[in-house]
T-cell receptor, first 112, second 116 residues
């Protein structure tokens, strides 16, 4: 089964960049890497996803290692509103299965 | 668009009671799933469905039943509520292929369930 490993928590100062790591050494060749975040008392929301190349959108950037065994979510300038739990997600199991396992995520604390 | 709609938002049950959490989506998504989230914990997959008439178990299926008679609806049934099922429940949906094909998952706002 494809599993992800993330640090339990991280801290950042406001307006500084944040790099959130994720290890996924058992990723299969066609699995996409997705990042979601969960603000307090809300359901998770989509942040970014990628397959092989680095990706940018208005919320964040995703840097994917060449061997795809790890990735890093980059928030370029953290704000207080970015305080949330960030989840790195892969499809669980072999191709054709749909068990999307969230794991425990990284709780990001942003300091004013 | 309403997106993913869950009802009820809050519910208190007595031990042994049964109930159904409703989930509906209006995006014509084939993939739907239910997660539970205990206080301070991550989300755990209960059941999922890849289309009408097809369901499968997730990480923590015991004590829950699901069915998928239509594309739009995916209700979660608690057969005999136990205090250990006190949690926040999230329903989610995604286009065909789910995350494995790059599609994103859309979540409902959650249903807070307390079993006393």
């Amino acid at each position: 089964d494809a599993k992800t490993t993330q640090p339990n928590s991280m801290e950042s100062n406001e307006e500084e960049p944040v790099h959130l790591p994720c290890n996924h050494s058992t990723i299969s060749g066609t699995d996409y890497i997705h990042w979601y975040r969960q603000l307090p008392s809300q359901g998770p929301e989509y942040v970014i996803h990628g397959l092989t190349s680095n990706v940018n959108n208005r919320m964040a950037s995703l840097a994917i290692a060449e061997d795809r065994k790890s990735s890093t979510l980059i928030l370029h300038r953290a704000t207080l509103r970015d305080a949330a739990v960030y989840y790195c997600i892969l499809r669980d199991g072999a191709s054709g299965t749909y068990k999307y396992i969230f794991g425990t995520g990284t709780r990001l604390k942003v300091l004013a | 668009n309403a997106g993913v709609t869950q009802t009820p938002k809050f519910q208190v049950l007595k031990t042994g009671q049964s109930m159904t959490l409703q989930c509906a989506q209006d995006m014509n998504h084939e993939y739907m799933s239910w997660y539970r989230q205990d206080p301070g914990m991550g989300l755990r997959l209960i059941h999922y469905s890849v289309g009408a008439g097809i369901t499968d178990q997730g990480e923590v299926p015991n004590g829950y039943n699901v069915s998928r008679s239509t594309t739009e609806d995916f209700p979660l049934r608690l057969l005999s509520a136990a205090p250990s099922q006190t949690s926040v429940y999230f329903c989610a949906s995604s286009p065909t292929g789910g995350l494995g094909s790059g599609n994103t998952i859309y979540f409902g706002e959650g249903s807070w369930l307390t079993v006393v």
